[in-house]
């Protein structure tokens, strides 16, 4: 089993920053990429950024320039440093992980529960 877990959300004014923190961890032999996606109330879950092992980043339109997101490999861990949040920016945020299980060597997808992320003043 390979298990993703979030944390860092929270309530923040808009302008304001927040760091998101995401661990894989469990039976891995190697991971691929790590994703950060958000789910606002009554929408679909939408990827925000991601990041594949060699490093290379995409983000979503509306957070270029706002949002970063790095990788420690040796952690298996995903950051997301979030600035000028806006209130648009409120929702669930997941972390995803795709790669390789130790035993048995099958592919894993593997999705956190989720840290809510609220900006309002």
């Known amino acids: 089993q390979v298990q993703v877990v979030e944390s860092g959300g929270g309530l923040v004014q808009p302008g304001g920053s927040l760091r998101l923190s995401c661990v894989a961890s469990g039976s891995i032999f190697s991971i691929n990429a790590m994703g950060w996606y958000r789910q606002a109330p009554g929408k679909q879950r939408e990827l925000v950024a991601g990041i594949i092992s060699g490093g290379s980043t995409n983000y979503a339109d509306s957070v270029k320039g706002r949002f970063t997101i790095s990788r420690d490999n040796a952690k298996n861990t995903v950051y997301l440093q979030m600035n000028s949040l806006k209130p648009e920016d409120t929702a669930v945020y997941y972390c995803?992980?795709?790669?390789?299980?130790?035993?048995?060597?099958?592919?894993?997808?593997?999705w956190g529960q989720g840290t809510q992320v609220t900006v309002s003043s």
């Open positions: 995803n992980a795709r790669g390789r299980r130790l035993f048995p060597r099958t592919d894993f997808d593997s």
